[in-house]
């Protein structure tokens, strides 16, 4: 059975409060839509995601789809949002539908769904009712409600793709969710296990709770690069995949860009997975003149593939010349473009060492770099 997901983000959320809708604040290093994304990329069943943004929202669209993530405009109201989503998906046999405001989802409750799959149209997790209910004005209590069969609804909430998607153009008006749209079209729809955590966030103070969730289970890491490149014989530099024009190269055994040799020993490093050598040794003719993006590529996706998201790299070049900052804009993109992420997590920038030792004597140039990688 192939599984896709399919992470509604086109909503505004404003009582959540801020300058940004709240898909797009931060819990700890990593935006709320980030976590859940990372959710169901590191869930080993889940074959594709696809994520629904809000049209004043597509310019976050370029860095998901360097992750091989499918981004498609919202519509006017969830429903459309859903079935744009569901058409833009890759033929699958079920999708998983999930709110990018709980990014807390973990694996235990995205296995309770595509389980109960197996034989129901429909399944989604929620939560038995415990508390007392009542009913209200603004400021009394003015009866009781039995609680009884009654349960709290979270996401992902998964069905036949095709079902759901018969559902959904049948279906008219304002529906709370996809469960409602699924039983309107006399699906059933199975309840599985939720969890306490998986929260939604909705009003300002969600956002504590749900970052003290994820401390429990985050795993940050931090990785540090160095590296050093002299010059010799040449008409340009290699420098974070920007060929800068220079009265001299720099040598080594690949192209010699010493920026990301660096960037990539800072991821290596975050993973605890060695160096360039470890994984490229110099003793192999076949990296020998190699490009370098071939070497931070490879330590990128390394880290996804054990579940880590990248979420910031900072690039320092030392040297006297050439002059970094006129190329430093195209530096990063480059970057951020090799690795998967959006450009304004990149820094790439550039110092002397006002002269003294073999940079201040024009006779190679230094990088030091750090990567930092979030797992939750």
């Known amino acids: 059975m192939r599984v896709c997901a399919l992470i509604v983000a086109a909503g505004r959320g404003t009582r959540a409060g801020g300058l940004r809708p709240k898909q797009w604040q931060f819990l700890g290093e990593m935006r709320v839509i980030d976590h859940s994304v990372a959710g169901f990329e590191r869930h080993p069943k889940i074959s594709d995601i696809a994520i629904v943004l809000h049209a004043g929202d597509m310019a976050e669209a370029a860095a998901f789809e360097a992750r091989g993530i499918t981004v498609v405009r919202g519509g006017a109201e969830r429903s459309?949002?859903?079935?744009a989503g569901l058409a833009a998906l890759p033929d699958c046999d079920v999708v998983l539908i999930h709110d990018a405001a709980r990014p807390c989802v973990n694996a235990t409750v995205i296995d309770g769904v595509i389980e109960a799959l197996h034989s129901h149209e429909g399944a989604a997790p929620g939560l038995a009712v415990t508390d007392a209910l009542w009913t209200g004005n603004t400021d009394t209590v003015t009866g009781t409600q039995d609680r009884a069969g009654l349960f709290a609804a979270q996401t992902p909430q998964g069905f036949h793709r095709a079902a759901i998607i018969a559902a959904h153009v049948q279906y008219n008006g304002i529906a709370a969710d996809d469960v409602a749209v699924a039983r309107a079209a006399g699906m059933t729809v199975a309840i599985t296990a939720g969890d306490a955590d998986n929260i939604k966030i909705t009003t300002p103070q969600d956002f504590a709770r749900a970052a003290r969730i994820l401390e429990k289970t985050m795993d940050i890491r931090t990785g540090n690069g160095f590296d050093v490149h002299a010059f010799g014989a040449g008409d340009h530099v290699m420098l974070c995949g920007v060929k800068i024009p220079h009265d001299q190269g720099l040598v080594g055994h690949s192209d010699a860009d010493v920026g990301l040799h660096t960037l990539t020993d800072a991821i290596y490093g975050a993973l605890a997975a060695g160096d360039i050598g470890t994984h490229f040794p110099p003793s192999d003719p076949q990296w020998k003149g190699a490009q370098s993006h071939i070497f931070l590529r490879h330590a990128a996706e390394?880290?996804?593939?054990?579940?880590?998201?990248?979420?910031?790299?900072d690039c320092t070049l030392i040297c006297e010349h050439p002059k970094v900052g006129p190329h430093a804009q195209a530096m990063r993109d480059a970057v951020a473009e090799m690795i998967g992420i959006e450009v304004g997590r990149v820094s790439v920038k550039a110092t002397t060492s006002e002269r003294l030792g073999f940079t201040?004597?024009?006779?190679?140039?230094?990088?030091?770099?750090?990567?930092t990688l979030v797992k939750s």
């Open 80 to 83: 459309a949002s859903v079935q």
């Open 302 to 313: 390394m880290a996804r593939a054990q579940g880590f998201t990248l979420t910031h790299v």
């Open 360 to 371: 201040g004597r024009g006779e190679g140039i230094a990088c030091m770099a750090t990567a």
